[in-house]
């Protein structure tokens, strides 16, 4: 059983426009989260973590959102640009340095 | 810069073969793992070593085994590969400890078992 769920295999959005990447989980004792951009034919790239103890964190137009009581995050990118098509990975911290990843979606934005 | 390096992008072998994987990382860090990428799946952790000689399964370890007999290496074996072994092999190195749990990935090796 997947104990971290990205529902939505794919999302398109035009450019200049908010993207908004979700991501659930079931095990209450994931502190830590990540988000990580892969392209096709490359090693994925960390994006965006935050701590549990936080409920947002910023980087430039990267932004996560983290509402531990609903066990759901989102990764909000503003504005969208075409580089930002790629597949997007949430992952949660298990234990010690050991990571869940969600199965990804692809986001596509249309120039 | 961290640099993780995978020995081959693109390997094609036979059903039965040993296949080797080898990884290398370049920042001294203390944790390695492996994962398997296929689609509708995401990322699915294979073995996982936090030391020198030290491993830990991970979820879907069945069918390999590993091998880090020195800190930047750590090598997947796939001791008889079979066709649902096909698949995107990544590796990824982090730091011990919990200063950051980002892990650093490779590029990547697409193996396809015919």
């Known amino acids: 059983d997947q104990q971290v769920k990205q529902n939505s295999p794919s999302l398109s959005v035009q450019e200049g426009r908010i993207s908004i990447l979700n991501c659930d989980y079931t095990n209450s004792m994931f502190d830590y989260f990540l988000w990580y951009k892969k392209y096709p034919a490359e090693g994925p790239t960390f994006l965006i973590s935050?701590?549990?103890?936080?409920d947002k964190n910023e980087d430039g137009r990267f932004t996560v959102f983290l509402n531990k009581s609903a066990k759901h995050l989102s990764l909000h990118i503003v504005p969208s640009q075409p580089g930002d098509s790629a597949v997007y990975f949430c992952?949660?911290?298990?234990?010690?340095?050991?990571?869940?990843f969600g199965a990804g979606t692809i986001l596509r934005v249309k120039s | 810069d961290v640099k993780v390096t995978q020995s081959s992008r693109y390997l094609v072998k036979r059903t039965g073969e040993k296949v080797f994987l080898e990884c290398v990382q370049d920042?001294?860090?203390?944790?390695m793992f492996w994962y398997r990428q296929d689609p509708g799946l995401g990322l699915r952790l294979i073995y996982f070593?936090?030391?020198?000689?030290?491993?830990e399964k991970g979820d879907i370890p069945e069918g390999y085994s590993v091998s880090r007999e020195k800190k930047e290496r750590f090598s997947l074996i796939l001791e008889s590969a079979s066709t649902n072994q096909t698949s995107m092999y990544l590796c990824?190195?982090?730091?011990?400890?919990?200063?950051?749990?980002?892990?650093?990935f490779g590029p990547g090796t697409r193996l396809t078992v015919t």
């Open positions: 992952a949660a911290r298990e234990y010690g340095n050991k990571l869940v």
């Open positions: 920042m001294d860090h203390e944790n």
């Open positions: 935050i701590s549990s103890i936080k």
């Open positions: 070593s936090y030391d020198v000689k030290m491993k």
């Open positions: 990824a190195s982090s730091f011990g400890g919990s200063v950051s749990y980002e892990q650093y």
